[in-house]
């Protein structure tokens, strides 16, 4: 395709994973017309604007949480689960028969609980957090991705931890991070920039893996600073913040943008 072409097609963002982070990639059709290279726990943010152009915002820091280690070590050592009955199910909520949980005991951990029947595949929430008695999920998941059907009121279940934090929120707040941080600062939840799901790719043998989203702007946010990942779909069901970047170099956008967020996550060094 002649290059003078090329300007007039819309960009679009491919990640490669390599052993010690990734390759961002700005493509246009098949031609890639610039890169940036992330080191391992190296966080990415570029801009694409509705008329092709494209700016590089910021590569960042990526801290692990004190709350995202704790999770980290409960997955990766099998903590203690709990299983039994419900005695009540909702679109956010489970009721375990006898209650015996502490509050926030099984924050950001997955609760698992087929439909209906011995044949139907279970489904499974995100735990945003927990009272003595009753689990707050985000939603109900199938293995898709997708939105699944409310379990039945009466069903078995099982709570198991997880370290599956895979939902990117961004914030205007310029605040410096802190391990010991367990929200997200000012948050955005409107304009297109809400808390999404993002997409994970590793490559087999590789010390890294990443979560990427790109979002369709529907709003003016001119000072994109910083974001994070969190074990929840939702400000409501939170659940944990297991990383945070540093501030960055704001990411200006409007209605019609798309902000391209790239997380490395080193699983060794």
Same mark, same amino acid.
Do not use: C
């Given at each position: 395709?002649?290059?003078?072409?090329?300007?007039?097609?819309?960009?679009?963002?491919?990640?490669?994973?390599?052993?010690?982070?990734?390759?961002?990639?700005?493509?246009?059709?098949?031609?890639?017309?610039?890169?940036?290279?992330?080191?391992?726990?190296?966080?990415?943010?570029?801009?694409?604007?509705?008329?092709?152009?494209?700016?590089?915002?910021?590569?960042?820091?990526?801290?692990?949480?004190?709350?995202?280690?704790?999770?980290?070590? /409960? @997955?990766? #050592?099998? +903590? !203690?689960?709990?299983?039994?009955?419900?005695?009540?199910?909702g679109a956010a909520s489970l009721t375990p028969a006898g209650g015996g949980m502490t509050a926030s005991q099984f924050k950001g951990w997955k609760v698992y609980c087929p439909v209906?029947?011995?044949?139907?595949?279970?489904?499974?929430?995100?735990?945003?957090?927990?009272?003595?008695?009753?689990?707050?999920?985000?939603?109900?998941?199938? /293995? @898709?991705? #997708?939105? +699944? !059907?409310?379990?039945?009121?009466?069903?078995?279940?099982?709570?198991?931890?997880?370290?599956?934090a895979r939902f990117v929120a961004l914030t205007e707040n310029a605040g410096a991070p802190g391990a010991g941080d367990t929200t997200l600062s000012g948050e955005i939840t409107t304009g297109g920039c809400n808390r999404a799901l993002g997409a994970y790719a590793h490559t087999p043998g590789a010390s890294t893996y990443t979560i990427s989203k790109s979002f369709s702007v529907g709003a003016s946010f001119p000072a994109i600073q910083k974001g994070a990942l969190f074990t929840a779909a939702n400000t409501t069901a939170a659940g944990i913040m297991c990383f945070e970047t540093e501030p960055a170099a704001d990411a200006n956008v409007i209605g019609g943008d798309t902000l391209a967020v790239t997380w490395t996550v080193t699983l060794s060094g």
């Open positions: 395709m002649n290059p003078l072409r090329l300007i007039n097609v819309k960009p679009r963002i491919e990640v490669v994973n390599l052993d010690d982070g990734a390759i961002v990639r700005t493509m246009r059709g098949h031609h890639v017309s610039d890169a940036v290279r992330l080191g391992p726990n190296q966080v990415h943010f570029r801009v694409i604007h509705e008329d092709g152009s494209v700016d590089d915002a910021a590569i960042l820091r990526n801290l692990l949480t004190t709350a995202g280690r704790d999770l980290l070590a /409960a @997955a990766m #050592g099998h +903590a !203690t689960l709990k299983e039994g009955a419900a005695t009540a199910t209906t029947g011995l044949t139907t595949p279970p489904v499974y929430g995100n735990i945003g957090d927990n009272s003595t008695t009753v689990l707050t999920v985000d939603q109900w998941w199938n /293995a @898709a991705d #997708g939105t +699944a !059907t409310t379990p039945a009121s009466t069903n078995g279940y099982q709570i198991v931890p997880h370290f599956d």
